[in-house]
């Protein structure tokens, strides 16, 4: 049974950075896809970034292309959000997902575990 666990948001000022990390109890890890969507007050869930299993394709929304990175580290059942330059719009709850498919999608519909959510908000 696949269980995400979120750590790493907070408060950051605009322009700052922050790195989001999720952890998964899986012992299959390589196996899934794993991506991050957002959702932000009064809007619909979207999606931010995903990342094949073994880490070779990614693939990221316009919004935060060039500016976050998805990474994973298999050993350690994780998968990281690094973001940089943040804006005052990236404010939101993430969340990581695991697809269990190798192959990456942007489609939340195709996630099928969830992490609890991590709350960003950028300052002006």
């Known amino acids: 049974q696949v269980q995400l666990v979120e750590s790493g948001g907070g408060l950051v000022q605009a322009g700052g950075s922050l790195r989001l990390s999720c952890a998964d109890s899986?012992?299959?890890?390589?196996?899934?896809?794993m991506g991050w969507f957002r959702q932000g007050p009064g809007k619909e869930r979207e999606f931010v970034a995903s990342?094949?299993?073994?880490?070779?394709?990614?693939s990221y929304a316009d919004s935060v292309k060039g500016r976050f990175t998805i990474s994973r580290d298999n050993a350690k059942n994780t998968v990281y959000l690094q973001m940089n330059s943040l804006r005052p719009e990236d404010t939101a709850v993430y969340y990581c997902?695991?697809?269990?498919?190798?192959?990456?999608?942007?489609?939340?519909?195709?996630?099928?575990?969830w992490g609890q959510g991590a709350q960003v908000t950028v300052s002006s």
């Open positions: 997902a695991a697809r269990l498919r190798r192959w990456i999608s942007t489609d939340r519909r195709e996630y099928r575990y």
């Open positions: 899986g012992r299959t890890f390589s196996s899934y896809a």
């Open positions: 990342i094949s299993g073994n880490g070779g394709t990614t």
